[in-house]
C-alpha cells in the first residue's frame, strides 16, 4: 500500500535575486487506490506542487517533507524519486530532439525496472499500450515529443505512465489542450492505470470536465499556495457552478461556459 | 526574393554590429606565399585563431618532417603521387591566406586520387599521418571524380606534429562525390587546412568534416561552381575538451545560376579552454540567379570554461534567387530535457549522453558508411566518457 504524504510543504522559486515563495504550507497524503483531484485558480502554485515533488531544480523547499512510503522523497535525486515510483505527467512535454521514443521508453523502463525488460516482450506491450491511447505505431521512432501536436504530447504521457507503472502519478493539468476525443482516450488511459494495480492518482486540473471521465474520491481546493478547502466529489460539482471567487476574490470561473 | 533568418536557443549570433566586415568577394587568394602579409592575430580572417600555438606556419616555419599518406584504393580507384608541375594540380581553388600558400609552396609530392568516369565505386580511404611531436610538414591531396563518377572517399587526419595542406575535390559534370574528412589528431597536433571543392555542371558533392582531436585544428572548406546545377551539402561535427581550438571556416561562392548549397555544422564543447570557432560565409554573386542556399551551426556548450564563436554572412548581390537563410544558435546544456528523462527513472549520466548523441543524430544518421558512422558513434561515447558527464 504506497503512501504519499506531503507535511507543512513550503516552497520558494528564485527569481532575479530575490526568494518568491509559492507554496505555503501544504498538508496531503494520497493512498493506494485513491484519486485526489488539486483543482485551483491559474498562479495558485498547483504546479509548483507537481514539480516540487518531482525535485525541478528550479523550486526550493524551504520546510516541510514529502515521504514515499516513509522514504524521505526531498533526499533522492529526480530519477531516484521516479524510480522510487512517483510519476509526473507534464503539462509541457519536454522536446528531446535526435532521441527516438523507442529509444527513451525502453531507457526509461530499463530504469524503473531494474533491469532491461525482454525485447519480444517489450515490443508487444508497447505496440498494445500505443494501439489502446490511439497513437500511430510510427511515432515510436520520432523524436521525443519534437514537432508532436499538445494533444499528442498528453497521449505520450500517459503511455509512458502505462509502461513505468508508478506507485503515485502525479498528473498536471493533463486535460489542458485537449480536444473532446483526446480527453476521452487520456482519461480512459487513466483509468485503466488506476484499475492495474493498486496505486494513487494526484489529477491536477484547473477545470471540471475531466472529473465527467475521472472520478475523484477527494477533491482539494487550491489557492494562495495552500489547500483551502477539501471535500468529494460534490466539491467540484460546487466548483463548476460559482467557479474559484470565493476562495480568491476575483471571477474565475472552474469551467468557462 | 525570399530570405529568412531564424534563430533557436538561447544565444542568437550577432550581425557583426559595428565592425564593418569586407565583402567576401573581395577575399584575396594567390598561391604566392609573399604575397600574404605575415598575420599577426588581428585580421579579421585569423583574429579567432591563437597565432602561438600554430607552430609558425604563418611565418614561413621549414618543413622539418612530411607526413605519410597511405591510401587504400577501391577497385577502379587510381591513385598517383605527383610532382607540383602536374598540369592538374591547383585547378580546384587558389589558397585564400598565407598558410594555405605557405602548404601550397611547400610540398614536394603531391597525390591524386582519381574516381574514373562513368563508375560507381567502393569507399576508398586515404589516411594522413603526421610528421611526429615538434616536426613540421605540408602536404596536397586531389580527389578527382571524373565525369558521371561516383564514390565516398574518407581521409582520415592522425599522428602528431604541425601539418598544413590543401586538398583539392574536382567533382566533374554529373558527378557525386562523398567525401568525409576526419581529424582525429593526437592532443599536440596542429593542423590548418584548405579545401577547394569546385563543381562541374549538375555535379553533387556531400562533404562531411570531422574534427574530435588536436590542439588546434583549422579547417577552411571552399566550395565553387563551374556549371549551373551544381548541388553542395557541407557537414560539420566537432567535440572539443579542454584547451582544445577548433575552427571551421566554410564557404560558399555562388557564381554561377541555379546551383544550391546547405551547409550544417553542430558542435559540443567541454572543459576550461575549450574553444570552437565558426564562420560560415555565403555569397551569392549578381550571376548566381536562383540559387538555393541554407546555413546552420549549433553549439552544445556542455560545462562552465568553453566557448563557442558563431558567426554566419549571407551576402546576396541578386533578387532573383529561390531562397537563402542562415541561423546559428549556441547554448548552455538544457536542463529541461535532462530533468524529463531523469523524471522517467533515467539517472543523470546516462540522460546526458542520451541528449548529447540525440544532438548529433541527424549528422551522423547522414553519413553513408557504416565504418565511419559507427566510429564516430563510439568517438562521441568516449568523449562524454572522459569527463564522467
Redesign the interface.
Known sequence: MATLEIKDLHVSVNAEDAQKEILKGVDLTIKAGETHAIMGPNGSGKSTLSYAIAGHPKYEITSGSVTLDGEDVLEMSVDERARAGLFLAMQYPVEVPGVSMSNFLRTAATAVRGEAPALRHWVKEVKGAMADLDIDPAFAERSVNEGFSGGEKKRHEILQLALLKPKIAILDETDSGLDVDALRVVSEGVNRYKESGDVGVMLITHYTRILRHITPDFVHVFAGGRIVESGGKELADQLEAEGYVKYTGKQEAASLS | MATDTQQHGLTAHSHGAGVPVASRAAHFTSYDVEAFEVPGGREEIWRFTPMKRLADLHKGAAATGSATVEVSAAEGVTVETVAKSDERIGKAGVPGDRIAAQAYASFVDATVVTLPKDARVEPTTVTITGPGEGKVAYGHLQVHAQQFAEGVVVIDHRGSGAYADNIEFVVADGAHLTVVAIHDWADDAVHVTHHHAKLGRDATFRHTVVTLGGDVVRVTPVVTYAGRGGDAELVGLYFADAGQHFEHRPFIDHAVPNCRSNVVYKGALQGEGAHTVWIGDVLIRAAAEGTETFELNRNLVLTDGARADSVPNLEIETGEIEGAGHASATGRF????L??????????D??RR??V??????LIAKISVPEVRERLEAAIEAELEAVGA
Open positions: 538544457d536542463d529541461e530535457q530533468f524529463y528523462l531523469q523524471a522517467r527513472g533515467i539517472p543523470e546516462q540522460a542520451l541528449v548523441r540525440g544532438f548529433f543524430q541527424e
